[in-house]
Nanobody, 122 residues
Framework: QVQLVESGGGLVQAGGSLRLSCAASGRTFSLFTMGWFRQAPGKEREFVAAIPGSSGRTDYADSVKGRFTISRDNAKNTVSLQMNSLKPEDTAVYYC???????????????WGQGTQVTVSS
């Protein structure tokens, strides 16, 4: 079992920045691919970014490429999402998620946090 707790959400003006963090506990953190997802009101949850367990290429949704950066600190069991040049359409609840590295990349994420609200005003 893995417990995930997000923090860092809030209200920001368009063009501003926020940094989300997710603290993980329960199992060896480096054995999990970590992802960020978001869900806006009335919309389905969508992928934002992912980072492998220890090394490898990060992945981003086209809508956030060049603006968001995902990173992790395996010594501190944390994953972060630096969000720059925020737009009103980035407004959503952001979720941290974990998936075992032994699972295929097409597998669903196994563990989810409770989410943190990000609101970008125009």
């Amino acid at each position: 079992q893995v417990q995930l707790v997000e923090s860092g959400g809030g209200l920001v003006q368009a063009g501003g920045s926020l940094r989300l963090s997710c603290a993980a506990s329960g199992r060896t953190f480096s054995l999990f691919t970590m992802g960020w997802f978001r869900q806006a009101p009335g919309k389905e949850r969508e992928f934002v970014a992912a980072i492998p367990g220890s090394s490898g290429r990060t992945d981003y949704a086209d809508s956030v490429k060049g603006r968001f950066t995902i990173s992790r600190d395996n010594a501190k069991n944390t994953v972060s999402l630096q969000m720059n040049s925020l737009k009103p359409e980035d407004t959503a609840v952001y979720y941290c998620a974990a998936r075992s590295v032994i699972l295929p990349i097409t597998s669903d994420y196994q563990y989810w946090g409770q989410g943190t609200q990000v609101t970008v005003s125009s």
